[in-house]
């Protein structure tokens, strides 16, 4: 099933105005702190990464901006097309009968958003299978939901992120995603990293320049 979408105009890189797709998933204030953030980013060498991608409409956004721009950079897009599956102490159980599997979406759907674009690379699995990665990354958008995910993505995005990069995160004190901020204040305690709220359940992770 595809979720429903919503059209955000925002202003691109010369000031004019860009229809950014917004799903079901990122209401339209969500939506405009991610781009936001990643246009903010591309000035810096590196490429870009959803980890938690669900049904690749975030990323098939990005990777189109990249391309209707001209920009030289790939969207990495990490997703095991699952759902919530690896729960811990620090997530909250009363939501774990309700919503494991929960965004677990096939690949079709994905391979429709995706249809049209050309510069992304797909990393089909759990973070686990990926954490030799070593790309340069300027961005990288994080939706985990849960506790382990979360420190997995933010383990990759910490060896990977360049001087000045962003990383948006979400759900950081969200109610019914407690793993999420344990995860992030575990990772901040020993990386030289600045939290800034963004939205009421976002942050963005930047690292000094």
């Given at each position: 099933m595809v979720l429903p979408f919503s059209i955000c105009r925002i202003e691109d890189i010369n000031g004019q105005m860009y229809e950014w797709i917004a799903s079901g998933y990122q209401n339209d204030l969500r939506s405009c702190v991610i781009y936001d953030a990643f246009k903010a980013s591309l000035s810096l060498p590196g490429d870009v990464a959803e980890f938690g991608a669900a049904q690749c409409e975030t990323s098939a956004e990005l990777a189109r901006y990249l391309e209707t721009f001209h920009i030289k950079k790939r969207v990495h897009i990490f997703?095991?097309?699952?759902?919530?599956?690896?729960?811990?102490?620090?997530?909250?159980?009363?939501?774990?009968?309700?919503?494991?599997?929960?965004?677990?979406?096939?690949?079709?759907?994905?391979?429709w958003f995706l249809a049209e674009r050309s510069q992304y690379v797909l990393h089909k699995g759990r973070f686990t299978q990926f954490m030799d990665f070593d790309t340069p990354l300027c961005f990288a958008h994080v939706d985990a939901d849960l506790y382990q995910p979360t420190r997995e993505a933010l383990s990759i995005v910490k060896q990977c992120l360049v001087s000045g990069g962003l990383v948006i995160l979400d759900d950081y004190g969200a109610d019914c995603w407690p793993g999420v901020k344990a995860a992030a204040d575990e990772l901040i305690a020993d990386w030289e990293v600045l939290l800034e709220p963004a939205g009421s359940a976002q942050r963005v992770m930047r690292k000094p320049v």
């Open positions: 997703e095991s097309f699952e759902g919530l599956l690896d729960w811990s102490e620090q997530d909250n159980s009363a939501y774990r009968s309700l919503c494991s599997g929960l965004y677990a979406t096939c690949r079709e759907v994905a391979d």
